[in-house]
């Protein structure tokens, strides 16, 4: 009985996370909807219906101007229906009869009002939560000698001059030549940890290779007394006292042991685990190791939260939303190239079910998954997708230039089979994850 109700608890639980998942992304949805609202309502556009939603109405209400507001069945999406928007009329307060900047401005409103909303909820989170930032974790001994000026606990602030926001802007600051760091750096005052920006000048990139356990036998435990069990997936750091570093490494040095035994090092984090093995685990196949060749400064690095001055969060939080926007462009091109798995993006399934995974962790972080969220939207909604606002300004903007509208139906029929296309093809990445 006890089981029973716990596992009713438990799955009132999930129905409740998931629940509101649907209203942060609802939310969302009316935010950018609400930009478009806004500026149509601004520029003198009429409006027939303003809806969250997709599918039959469930709840609706008409004002004395004529316009609808509602709510429908289906919790994913939503659309604010001007006059003459599809189709022709005469009305000269129609869609198709607005001077074209004033479309342009009402399509690129949605956006518009999505990236704002990330910037303030993002003021809010760097401000009540800290920042997400890069942390050095531990500075290899293999690493380059004016590398070593790195210390474990180093934020990493700018790298040659310029602001470090994330992981992926990290990597891309890197150059081939020596580089500055400036990192905000931990020190105890009067028993307070404070932080103070240094300069670490002739920072080097090298060629290394990391070697990870793939495969190893059962029952091997750690000899310093924390019982910590080898497995796969561990990075190894030492065959017998020697550095591993470079393609080769490993085998090398696992071949130069004099005895039986061979005496294997790896890296968790700062810390490190010697474990002895015999030496015939490699040659009997119950030890397997991968090697991957990587470039960088040999370190190992963190996430960390930490809170920025007021002054210095609102100079961040808006390239950090542009990088936001950045990533998103980039991660888009590389599944166009190739260079990008198709696991790592997510259709309507995998956003709520994130969603509801986040909710749980706290509301600070679902503030965040907000901000990456709506940056997410305002630059999808801008690419020149059919039956995205992307497509709908390129309509207009060739219709400037031209002097002469693209057919009323022809746009119907194109924005008809994108919005088939897309949805089709959100739901078939969420099925080939599943």
Not at 141 to 157: T, W
Not at 249 to 262: C, H, L, R
Not at 310 to 334: D, K, N, S, W
Not at 368 to 388: C, E, H, Q, R, T
Request: proline residues 3%; contains cysteine; hydrophobic residues 45%.
């Amino acid at each position: 009985m006890l089981t029973l109700l716990c596992d009713f608890v438990s799955t009132i639980k999930t129905v409740g996370y998931v629940l509101l998942a649907f209203v942060v992304l609802m939310v969302m949805v009316l935010i950018h909807e609400t930009g478009h609202y806004t500026a149509g309502k601004l520029l003198g556009f009429k409006i027939n219906e303003f809806s969250v939603g997709m599918g039959p109405k469930v709840l609706s209400r008409k004002k004395k101007n004529g316009e609808v507001f509602s709510l429908r069945a289906f919790p994913l999406g939503g659309f604010c229906a001007f006059e003459g928007e599809n189709d022709d009329t005469d009305n000269p307060k129609a869609f198709h009869r607005q001077k074209p900047w004033k479309r342009l401005i009402v399509l690129f409103s949605g956006a518009f009002f999505n990236f704002v909303s990330a910037i303030l909820i993002a003021i809010i989170v760097f401000a009540c939560y800290g920042e997400t930032v890069v942390v050095v974790n531990n500075v290899y001994q293999y690493a380059p000698q004016a590398n070593q000026q790195l210390q474990s606990g180093d934020i990493i602030y700018k790298v040659n001059g310029r602001r470090v926001y994330m992981l992926d802007t990290l990597g891309r600051y890197f150059s081939d030549g020596e580089m500055t760091f400036t990192v905000l750096r931990p020190k105890e005052v009067d028993g307070k940890t404070v932080y103070e920006k240094t300069e670490l000048h002739n920072i080097t990139q090298e060629e290394f290779v990391s070697v990870t356990l793939s495969k190893i036998e059962d029952g091997h435990y750690s000899n310093d007394g924390e019982e910590r069990k080898l497995q796969a997936n561990d990075v190894v750091y030492k065959v017998n006292g020697n550095l591993i570093s470079k393609s080769g490494d490993f085998i090398a040095f696992w071949q130069q042991s004099d005895g039986t035994e061979v005496l294997l090092t790896v890296i968790d984090g700062e810390k490190t685990y010697d474990y002895i093995l015999d030496s015939s685990v490699l040659l009997n196949n119950q030890l397997v190791v991968a090697e991957t060749p990587y470039t960088g400064v040999g370190m190992a690095i963190h996430y960390d939260k930490y809170k920025f001055g007021f002054g210095e969060t609102l100079v961040r939080v808006v390239p950090y939303c542009c990088e936001v926007g950045m990533l998103v462009l980039r991660t888009l091109g590389g599944l166009l190239t190739g260079a990008v798995g198709i696991e790592s993006v997510g259709g309507p399934i995998t956003t709520i079910s994130m969603t509801s995974q986040v909710i749980q962790t706290g509301f600070g972080n679902v503030l965040m998954l907000i901000v990456l969220i709506s940056v997410n939207l305002a630059v999808f909604n801008l690419l020149p997708v059919p039956a995205l606002d992307g497509c709908q300004m390129i309509f207009v903007l060739i219709e400037w230039i031209a002097r002469k509208p693209i057919n009323r139906k022809v746009q119907g029929y194109i924005n008809g089979i994108g919005l088939v296309v897309l949805i089709v093809l959100m739901l078939l990445i969420d099925i080939l994850k599943l």
